[in-house]
Structure formats: C-alpha cells, structure tokens
C-alpha cells in the first residue's frame, strides 16, 4: 500500500504523488504558522507583516529592537518572572502528588477505582472557563484569590491528570516482581520505592512533570480568574497584549517560548526513547 | 489442597480444620487481613491527591453550580416583605396593600443603612429591567419617610410600587432557592402562565449554544479531514523517516496556546500575511482584502490548527496497530486499492477516528481563548458569554447556570469517550 511498484499503474503512480502532495499541504499548515513569526519578530517597523525591505533581505529590515524591548520592559520582565516563580511550584505539587497517586491506583486491589479515577481526571476534562469561575468564588471565599498560593495551588490541580496519566502508563510496563524481589532481600518499602522502582519510572514522571510545567507555564484563563495584577504572568500579558495594545513585541516573546518549546520535545524524545530502550520495546 | 499430610515426615499434624498461615492464624483471614492491607496502602496513596483535588478543584466546581439556584439576597435583604407578601395573590391584579409596604419600609431602612438595597435592585433588575433605579430611589429617600400609612408615600416616590408587574418579579424570586437562572440559560422567562421561550429575537443563549455545537461540529469534521491522511501516512512510512515528520505535528502541539493564537492574529488580520500575499499575486484587489478574522472563518481556522494534533496522534496509535497484511490479504483475494481501503482498513480505524473526535470536540466545545482574539462577536463561543456575565455584567448566577449547561454537554461526551476508548487509555506524544 505504502511503496510504488514497478507494475503500479498510472493512476496509482499518479495517486501515490498525490496523496504525498496533500500530506504536504497538510504538514505546512501545520508547521507554518509557527515558523512565520519567527522572521516576523526581527521586524525593524512595528507592524505585523512582511515589509518590503524584509522580502528584499535588505539589513536595514531586521532588527533586535522588538527583543531589546521584551528584556528591558519592566511589565514583561515582571511577567516573567511570576511565570519562572509560578510554574515550577506548580510543577512540583502535581507532580510529587500524581505521582504517588498513580502508584497507588496502579495496585491490583484498589477501591472505587472508577470513580477516583474521574474525580481525578476531571480538572482536564472540565471546561478552563468553569474551573476558573468556580475557583474565582471559592478562592475568594477563602482569602486565597490574588495570592501566589492561590494560583500555584490552581495550576497544580490542572496539572495533576497528565501526571496521573503519564506515570501510570509507565506503571503497565513495570514488572512487580522487581518490588518483591527487593522486598524479598530485605528492603523496606521505602527503600524498594527509592531504589528500584523509581529509576525506572523516571522517564514517565518527568515527562508527566514537563506536561504539568507546560500546563502552567501556558495557563491563561485560570490564572486571569483567580490571580491578581501581582500575579500576571507571561500568557497573561501576551493576552492583554493581543487583546488591547498589539505591540509586536509579542512576536519575539512568542518566538522565545518556539524555542522554549523545541528544547522541551527534544527532552521529551530522548526521554521516550530512553524508556522504549529500557523496557525493551524498540531495537534502536 | 488442604492435604499436608501427604508428606509422611511432615504429618505430625492432624488433617482437620482450616489451613493455617505460618504464625498460626487461618490462612484465610490472613490472606483477607492481606487483602485489606492492600486496600489501604493503595487508598494512603491516593489519599493525599484525592484531598488536594477535593478541596482545590471540586469543591470550587461545586460551590459554582450552587449558585445557579441560589437566591438568598432576596430573603436575606427583605425578610419582613417576603414574609408579608405571602398573603397577597398576584392574581388580583392590584398591587399589595399596606401590611406590604408597611414591611418594605422596615426592610429598606435597614438595608439602605447597610447599603444593600442597590444589591438586591440589580439582582432584580436581571428579571425585570427598572427594579435597580426604583430600589436606589427609594433607599434614598426611605429615611425621610414619616410615621403611618407608607403605601401612598411609596407611590409618591415612584408610582411603579403600584405596579402588579414588579411586585410580583419580588413575590416569584422570594425563595432562597430559584429556577430563574436556568430559565434565562435557556432563553425562557417566567410568563403569564408559567415558563415560556422568549421572543424569538431575544433568543441569544440558544442562538450561542447551537452555535458552539455547530463550530465544535465543523472543527471537528476538519480535523477528521485533515488528520486521516497525516495520520496514514505517518503510520505507514518506515519508523526512521515517520519519526522526523512526527517532528511537525508534536512541536505545534508542545507550542504555546497564545503563540500559536498570535500567528494566526498575525496571518489572518487585514493587513496580515495572507492578504498582503493575495494582495500582491493581485488575486484580490487592495481595497476587496478579505475579512479572515472577527469571524468564524477566523475560529475555525485557528482552532482547527490548535486541535489537529489531538486527532492526529490517536488515530495514529491506532493506525500502527493494524497488521498489514489484512490489507495485503484482500488486494491477494481480488479487491483493489479503493476496496482494500474502505472494506479492511478504514473499518479497523474507526475506534481511532471516535477516540480523536470526541477528543477535540470536548476540547472545542468549552474553549474561551482562541474565539475571544479571533472569533470577533461572531465566532464566539459560550464559554465567552460566561466569562462575560462573571467579569462584566457580573451576573454570576447566570454565569453559572450556562456553566452547569456547558458542563452537562460535556459530561456526555466524556461518558461516550469513557465508553469508546476509555479515560485509563488516553495517550500524548504517540
């Protein structure tokens, strides 16, 4: 189905070429309007589009001025640094939290795993508007509204179900008898935990701690609810910034966290592949 | 199984009763005691997250669709009035008599005193528009009032106090608890005989929800149509070369919400990339650029690129499970390509195509940011009504019945997708 062969008729040659074709159309699509604000953020006049110095490659088109401009001033350099502050914290809550939690429902004999297992997911699945108005007038409610702990606590439950899902898909691949046979030589269950079954659920809980990171680091909707002008992060100011003042700006912000992210999937592939080796299930 | 003693040296031990663990008791409660251990282990696990996602997570959802059907104000800043009102019927056409208003005086002070009595009007006015300006008139000048009948000291005020109409918006939502919100959420209001639809042309809550099913629908569809042959395609290419290309579907998924939200601003606007483009080809003239945005195109386009990935990585997980040589089993037995395809392997990627579908459609169905930069007012969603009534107009009770209703769409289909793929199987990154 996939090869062209040489008794292949012309039709099936034909549409060889042009399904690839489509497939092409598609993958630009895809990857094109990420790729177009990368030129665009060296944009030396403060518009959104190409200039025809830009299209003539002439120097005199590009400049630094939009990045100078997101390293220097202040309200991007504050909303920075509340995402640095934020998203870590959140990170580690969910992460530390999910993770045991996905041990624990990983067990054979747990309780009501149906229903925990909803309760738990149901930060990702409930719509980002509903869980930021009904935190909004819970955590007002309970003084935490417009509080760094408000927040970390808020992006932590959104976290917290790629954790669970993550780790416990990791949990299917890892043989039990390795516990009981740690447990059979006389470490106790701590021991067991830190030593054997950790390392080689790892690449599972990093990669779920990544997609907790990222689940923070790019929250808007919650974090415009239930945080305060003191708590305005990087999303948040591209928000206000989209929506009111565009200032091309933006772009270079946006073309730092491209980055940001390319460097997050690489972590991610060498993970995956580190744990595929592991448990044997790829030859490379 | 209980027959120790088929070992001679071993059987100083009668065979009889329950067979017992190594410190004596009956293996059977031990290994029920083990049992419960296990339980419990498991339970301490999850104990602590199950408590952080109680109490930061549903306790808030709770306490939202509480609000939905709360209305204590009305009780709580009127209490003598509510009580008084029970005596009058609405039905008679005429507005209450003095043992009313002789309450509503004792009410109004109290409350103007604390000044609530403008809280409560706009709670009101929410259900008959003129209620705020009457109760704010009144709050003021109630401290003047003097001693003895209030009914015509009221109406010299505003002569709407006469009017059956508003007494009887007080009389309906003097309840602590209403129906009021999820009547509006859905476009009725309370009529001369019960609950009816409004006018047609004040429909707009149906008007948004069909909307947001209609443009979550086209999303969905376009995704179906665009991830099918990526999603083919990478499952068929030899592992090296589809490893690269996955390249180009996992980076915009890892890509930043407003990053990608921006390009689109960046591409689609009328002065944007893609009209600068078809300016220049001379395909379209400079003045007849194309409204792209602030729009539905510019919702559909956008967040069709935004939720690709979610179609695309399921359908390919699936895909990669299918053994080619069922297909190569029909085209040996005499179908053709198009055959072998819609008769064998569409039909095997069909969990695949539910699973993806259901996937973006919940995720489209509740989205607020991508429709609040592009959608304009005609390419918005419900979730951007709800944001609305919580920030702007600050009718939080309605905010919350459309929550309730948005968040009933999708729990079906969370329930169909528990029931199709199950929550356990969901997978990211391939």
């Given amino acids: 189905m996939s090869g062209l062969q040489p008794y292949s008729s012309p039709a099936q040659v034909a549409w060889y070429y042009g399904f690839r074709l489509i497939c092409a159309l598609i993958f630009i699509f895809l990857i094109l309007p990420i790729l177009v604000i990368i030129p665009l953020s060296f944009n030396a006049s403060d518009f959104f589009t190409f200039t025809k110095e830009m299209l003539a490659l002439d120097p005199d088109g590009y400049s630094l001025k939009h990045y100078n401009d997101f390293f220097t001033n202040s309200d991007w350099q504050t909303a920075l640094a509340n995402s640095v502050r934020i998203a870590p914290m959140a990170t580690l809550l969910s992460t530390a939290l999910g993770t045991l939690a996905a041990i624990g429902l990983s067990q054979s004999h747990v309780p009501f795993r149906g229903a925990i297992m909803a309760a738990l997911i149901s930060p990702m699945i409930v719509p980002l508007i509903i869980s930021a108005a009904g935190m909004y007038f819970f955590y007002s409610r309970i003084g935490l509204q417009g509080t760094y702990w408000g927040v970390v606590l808020a992006h932590a439950a959104l976290g917290t179900p790629f954790v669970i899902i993550t780790v416990t898909a990791t949990l299917v691949g890892f043989d039990r008898s390795l516990v009981r046979a740690a447990a059979s030589l006389g470490a106790n269950p701590v021991r067991t935990f830190v030593k054997v079954q950790m390392p080689l659920i790892l690449p599972g809980v990093i990669s779920g701690g990544l997609f907790a990171f990222v689940t923070s680091f790019d929250e808007v909707v919650v974090v415009l609810f239930v945080g305060s002008a003191s708590q305005k992060t990087l999303p948040w100011q591209m928000f206000t910034g989209l929506r009111e003042q565009i200032s091309p700006t933006i772009l270079a912000v946006a073309t730092v966290m491209v980055t940001v992210s390319i460097l997050l999937l690489t972590t991610l592939e060498i993970l995956r592949r580190r744990s595929e080796r592991i448990r044997g299930l790829s030859p490379g | ?430």
């Fill in chain 2, 1 to 430: 199984m209980t027959d120790t003693t088929a070992n001679g040296a071993a059987g100083s031990q009668p065979d009889s009763g329950p067979m017992l663990a190594a410190d004596g008791t009956p293996l059977k409660v031990s290994l029920a005691r083990a049992l419960r251990r296990q339980k419990l282990r498991a339970l301490m696990l999850i104990a602590p997250l199950l408590l952080f996602i109680v109490i930061t997570f549903l306790a808030p959802i709770g306490d939202m669709l509480f609000r939905s059907v709360e209305n204590n104000i009305v009780p709580e800043t009127l209490p003598r009035t509510v009580v008084a009102l029970e005596q009058w019927d609405p039905e008679s056409g005429e507005a209450p008599g003095e043992a009313v208003f002789e309450a509503l005086q004792a009410d109004l002070l109290i409350a103007a005193e604390k000044k609530i009595h403008t809280r409560l009007g706009s709670r009101l006015n929410y259900e008959t528009p003129g209620i705020s300006s009457l109760f704010r008139k009144s709050g003021r000048r109630v401290d003047d009032m003097e001693q003895g009948p209030y009914k015509p000291q009221f109406l010299k005020i505003d002569e709407d106090w006469g009017d059956v109409e508003i007494w009887r918006t007080i009389k309906r939502y003097s309840g602590a608890y209403t129906a009021g919100y999820f009547l509006a959420s859905v476009d009725m209001e309370y009529g001369a005989d019960g609950p009816q639809l409004k006018p047609e042309d004040e429909r707009i809550y149906l008007t948004l929800l069909w909307r947001t099913i209609l443009l979550s629908t086209v999303i969905t569809v376009s995704c179906i149509l665009l991830g099918y042959p990526v999603a083919f395609l990478l499952a068929n290419l030899p592992l090296r070369t589809s490893n690269v290309l996955m390249i180009l579907v996992l980076l915009p998924f890892w890509t930043s919400l407003l990053v990608r939200t921006s390009s689109w601003i960046v591409l689609l606007q009328q002065q944007g990339v893609i009209n600068d483009t078809l300016v220049t080809l001379g395909l379209v003239g400079d003045g007849g650029r194309l409204e792209l945005m602030h729009n539905e195109v510019g919702t559909i386009v956008a967040m069709t690129h935004i939720l690709l990935p979610f179609m695309i990585l399921p359908l390919y997980s699936v895909m990669k499970t299918i053994s080619p040589s069922y297909v190569r089993a029909a085209k040996s037995l005499g179908a053709n390509d198009w055959t072998a395809f819609w008769r064998i392997y569409f039909p095997n990627t069909v969990p695949g195509i539910g699973a993806g579908a259901v996937l973006v459609f919940i995720l489209a169905i509740g989205y607020y940011i991508t429709p609040e930069l592009v959608g304009g007012t005609s390419g918005i969603f419900i979730s951007n009504r709800i944001a609305y009534h919580i920030s702007s107009s600050l009718n939080w009770g309605l905010a919350a019945a459309l929550g309730v209703v948005l968040l009933a769409l999708i729990l079906v289909f969370y329930w169909l997708y528990d029931r199709i793929v199950g929550v356990d199987n969901v997978k990211f990154g391939g």
